[in-house]
């Protein structure tokens, strides 16, 4: 079954870091690119982030750029986002998705991992 | 950047209603405008890519149409499992924007 499983949301003071997870099973990871999108508490998806196959390439929302890191580690079938210097507006879900291998939308999700930017 | 103005932000609509939502971009984008149906507490679902071309599996009911700047969501027949909220998504060679949503519920 092809899955996606976000982890290492949590509860992170303002100026703090978090770095999540997402671990990918049933597909070739190291053949597809992948994005981090996220939500915020009663508010629409907003794109994040985007990682080529093999991590040479990345691209940023202006709102994240400068302050989050998308990365990947092929051999261990993983996505990450390492956020730094996170705001009360960074708390959402964020969600990690597929990017299509054919065409440009998001094919598989995962259920999303929360994280609350609060003193 | 581009920016996509999605409406309306909502709607109420009865079971077997035909519902239209709109996006259009702030330029030019081709056809490259994908729609993704949301549940609450839910992850995303694609419905449509590249405006117009159905999903495997997702039900005929469900539309898409445009290019260039504007670009409409059709349900031709409004059901009860179709109550979620539905986004436009465009992407370009490196940035990817959604619009806001439309929540739709049942009258």
């Known amino acids: 079954e092809v899955q996606l499983v976000e982890s290492g949301g949590g509860l992170v003071q303002p100026g703090g870091s978090l770095r999540l997870s997402c671990a990918a099973s049933?597909?070739?990871?190291?053949?597809?690119?992948m994005h981090w999108v996220r939500q915020a508490p009663g508010k629409g998806l907003v794109w994040v982030s985007r990682i080529n196959s093999d991590g040479s390439s990345t691209s940023y929302a202006d709102s994240v750029k400068g302050r989050f890191t998308i990365s990947r580690d092929n051999a261990k079938n993983t996505l990450y986002l390492q956020m730094n210097s996170l705001r009360a507006e960074d708390t959402a879900v964020y969600y990690c998705?597929?990017?299509?291998?054919?065409?440009?939308?998001?094919?598989?999700w995962g259920k999303g991992t929360t994280v609350t930017v609060s003193s | 950047d581009i920016q996509m103005t999605q409406s309306p932000s909502s709607l109420s609509a009865s079971v077997g209603d035909r519902v239209t939502i709109t996006c259009q971009a702030s330029?030019?984008?081709?056809?490259?405008l994908n729609w993704y149906q949301q549940k609450p507490g839910k992850a995303p679902k694609l419905l449509i890519y590249d405006a117009s071309n159905l999903e495997t599996g997702v039900p005929s009911r469900f539309s898409g149409s445009g290019s260039g700047t504007d670009f409409t969501f059709t349900i031709s027949s409004l059901q009860p499992e179709d109550i979620a909220t539905y986004y436009c998504?465009?992407?370009?060679?490196?940035?990817?924007?959604f619009g806001q949503g439309t929540k739709v519920e049942i009258k």
């Open positions: 998705a597929r990017e299509s291998a054919k065409f440009y939308y998001m094919d598989v």
């Open positions: 330029q030019d984008i081709s056809n490259y």
């Open positions: 049933g597909f070739t990871f190291s053949s597809y690119w």
């Open positions: 998504q465009q992407y370009d060679n490196l940035l990817w924007t």
